[in-house]
């Protein structure tokens, strides 16, 4: 039983550049969310899915900021002409909907600096 | 923005001591959760509560629910090194249409060997 995979752990990039994230849920989860975290803070919500709809999205997910999850199994997050206000830890979190328990089982992040 | 509040923010203690932990909220709730992170990694869920319990108990876990004064705490019996981490508490906001978790802001648990 694999947990949620999220690749990759860590991304340095430069100011103005583009870059991707991956999250793979646990198989049989249909809800898959983004949170980011910066040091010493709790998770912010950014956007959920349930399946591939994109049910929900924060206004922190400014225009620079887009996610897909085409057929409901991956998702990724993509932010174009990072900033160094976007250096933070990306979390990616499933759940199964309904359930029994609404907890959700999030990845190990990737941690994103912007120089 | 952050739904709960957590208190303290920080907290040392020594290993066999009881650990108790605050968060307060701002809006209704279905339900309200505890999640814990070591640093550097994901966080994992510990227990939830649903806002017509008052109480619930999972192993060295209690955590206890007022709804009337928008409060949780999370206690943690006798203590051990490993349960060092960040323990944050979110909830499930009623009647707002929000389905997604809010998180507080967290306290940072030091158990001293």
């Known amino acids: 039983d694999t947990g949620v995979s999220q690749d990759p752990r860590h991304k340095i990039t430069k100011r103005g550049q583009n870059v991707t994230f991956r999250c793979d849920p646990i198989s049989e989860h249909n809800r898959l969310y983004w949170y980011r975290q910066t040091l010493g803070q709790g998770p912010e919500f950014l956007t959920y899915?349930?399946?591939?709809?994109?049910?929900?999205k924060s206004r922190l997910l400014s225009d620079r900021f887009s996610a897909e999850r085409p057929k409901g199994s991956f998702s990724t997050l993509e932010i174009q002409r990072t900033e160094q206000g976007d250096s933070a830890m990306y979390l990616c979190a499933s759940s199964l909907y309904p359930g029994v328990e609404e907890k959700l089982f999030f990845g190990s992040g990737t941690q994103l600096s912007v120089l | 923005s952050q739904q709960g509040e957590e208190d303290p923010q920080a907290l040392s203690i020594q290993e066999g001591e009881n650990a108790t932990m605050n968060c307060s909220y701002k809006t209704s709730i279905n339900n309200l959760q505890w999640y814990r992170q070591n640093s550097g990694r994901g966080l994992v869920h510990l227990i939830l509560i649903r806002s017509n319990e008052r109480e619930k108990h999972s192993g060295r876990l209690r955590v206890t629910l007022d709804t009337s004064k928008k409060s949780s705490s999370l206690l943690i019996t006798a203590s051990r090194a490993a349960d060092t981490a960040s323990y944050f508490c979110?909830?499930?906001?009623?009647?707002?249409?929000?389905?997604?978790?809010?998180f507080g802001s967290g306290t940072r648990l030091q158990v001293q060997p």
């Open positions: 979110a909830t499930d906001a009623k009647d707002t249409g929000r389905r997604a978790l809010t």
């Open positions: 899915f349930q399946n591939e709809a994109q049910l929900e």
